[in-house]
Structure formats: structure tokens, C-alpha cells
């Protein structure tokens, strides 16, 4: 497997389990910060901006889609580029009407254990840890 997609593979593997544990855990206050989102205009422009610049990263050093790794890597990528841009050109109203939708409790549960089961993916194949290891 290509060095990048290992070091890449580690690097989001381990933040996608604090993030969906942290989902997990302290979803009411993720309720209140994403709600404060919507309504700081100045933070989620400094988020746009951080985002595509993470993204465009990704996107232009590991265009790899030949293994589930490297092809979630890849939609990494291209889903943070995509939503940078959405936040600099999308207009507040479309971006109330998402939050509204998405900031649930519900959401919260299910996108923090989807991220522990992707990131434990991810953090197995860039460690190489196996279940017979475990």
C-alpha cells in the first residue's frame, strides 16, 4: 500500500474515533455549538476557509481510489474541499435550513459511531493490526 495512504490512513484514522467519540458522548453540547454555527457568519468563514485548505490538501497529494483506504481517504478529501466551498458561496438561509435538519441528537449518535467504525478501520489498516492480533 502506498506511504501516504498508510500516514493518512493513521492521521484520520485516530481523529475520526476521538471525534465520533466525543459525538458520542457530548451530543447536547454539540447541539448548542452547532447551533451557535449557523448564526457566527466570522467562524464559519474561518471554517471554510480551514476546510478547503484541508481538503484541496488531501485532494491534490492522494487522488487514490484502488482500495477502500485509499478511495475513503480520497472522499475525505473531496467532501471537506466541497463543504469549504459550499460554506463560502451557499446562502445563510440554505445553510439554516441544513443545520436545522441535521443538528439532532439522532444525528449526533449515528455520525459518532459511524466515525469509530471508520476511524477503527482506518487506524487497523495504517497500524496493521489485524482481529487475530487483538
Aim: charged share 10%.
Amino acid at each position: 500500500m502506498d506511504p501516504l495512504t498508510i500516514l493518512l490512513a493513521k492521521v484520520l484514522g485516530v481523529y475520526l474515533v476521538v471525534i465520533g467519540i466525543a459525538l458520542f458522548a457530548r451530543r447536547k453540547y454539540f447541539l448548542a455549538v452547532f447551533a451557535g454555527f449557523v448564526e457566527n457568519r466570522l467562524l464559519r468563514m474561518v471554517v471554510a476557509i480551514a476546510e478547503l485548505v484541508a481538503g484541496l490538501f488531501l485532494v491534490l497529494t492522494h487522488q487514490i481510489w484502488s482500495s477502500w483506504p485509499a478511495g475513503i481517504i480520497t472522499f475525505f478529501g473531496w467532501a471537506m474541499a466541497v463543504e469549504g466551498v459550499a460554506y463560502l458561496f451557499v446562502p445563510d438561509r440554505w445553510i439554516n435550513k441544513m443545520f436545522r435538519l441535521f443538528n439532532t441528537k439522532v444525528w449526533y449518535f449515528v455520525g459518532g459511531i459511524l466515525a469509530v467504525v471508520i476511524g477503527l478501520y482506518l487506524i487497523s489498516v495504517g497500524f496493521g493490526i489485524t482481529l487475530t492480533q487483538i
